[in-house]
T-cell receptor, first 113, second 114 residues
Framework: SQELEQSPQSLIVQEGKNLTINCTSS?????LYWYKQKYGEGLIFLMM?????EEKSHEKITAKLDEKKQQSSLHITASQPSHAGIYLC?????????????FGAGTRLTVKP | DSGVTQTPKHLITATGQRVTLRCSPR?????VYWYQQSLDQGLQFLIQ???????AKGNILERFSAQQFPDLHSELNLSSLELGDSALYFC?????????????FGPGTRLTVL
């Protein structure tokens, strides 16, 4: 089973609409990362959240970290076709003395003009 | 363009062979990360180096090894290749100001094992 669950798996929205993607961890989070990947291309780092309650924004994308729920949400306001792609969350899971990272399976976003 | 370069872009080889993937980080970045992305396993963190030293280790197989050289470029060595090693291998770098935590990803090397 995935240690990081993303929901929804895919999302189709009309241009201009707001949307939210969630990432929930089954383990304690020590850092949460959001990435975007265009189909067949490399990853773009969006932001990193480390503290509970932390909220960061990158253009029209805002992400929050809820440490108690072990969850992060990514919110896009007034979506545009340029927002289309696969959004991945990643998390630091400290294990013994070895840092490790896990990733969600991704959320595929389609924005219809 | 992220400033991170990876070579080669594509690599096709046979089972049992050994390959080396190369990554040049952004100027000023001291950390280099390696990731593997495949359809069945998704994105997996392999290993991180910081200024030549191994910093963190993820799901890296014993058949795989990496190193970071004094000029900060990094190489990922994959040996005794299996069909399941076919994947996209990404390198990322981080560390330079002002956003020291931001990871910049290279375009990836697509490895196909036949």
């Amino acid at each position: 089973s995935q240690e990081l669950e993303q929901s929804p798996q895919s999302l189709i929205v009309q241009e201009g609409k707001n949307l939210t993607i969630n990432c929930t961890s089954s383990k304690t989070l020590y850092g949460l990362y959001w990435y975007k990947q265009k189909y067949g291309e490399g990853l773009i780092f969006l932001m990193m959240l480390q503290k509970g309650g932390e909220e960061k924004s990158h253009e029209k994308i805002t992400a929050k970290l809820d440490e108690k729920k072990q969850q992060s949400s990514l919110h896009i306001t007034a979506s545009q076709p340029s927002h289309a792609g696969i959004y991945l969350c990643g998390a630091d899971i400290l294990r013994y003395n070895n840092n490790d990272m896990r990733f969600g399976a991704g959320t595929r976003l389609t924005v219809k003009p | 363009d992220s400033g991170v370069t990876q070579t080669p872009k594509h690599l096709i080889t046979a089972t049992g062979q050994r390959v080396t993937l190369r990554c040049s980080p952004r100027s000023g970045d001291l950390s280099v990360y390696w990731y593997q992305q495949s359809l069945d396993q998704g994105l997996q963190f392999l290993i991180q180096y910081y200024n030549g030293e191994e910093r963190a280790k993820g799901n890296i197989l014993e058949r795989f090894s990496a190193q970071q050289f004094p000029d900060l470029h990094s190489e990922l060595n994959l040996s005794s290749l299996e069909l399941g090693d076919s994947a996209l291998y990404f390198c990322a770098s981080s560390g330079s100001a002002p956003n020291t935590d931001t990871q910049y990803f290279g375009p990836g090397t697509r490895l196909t094992v036949l």
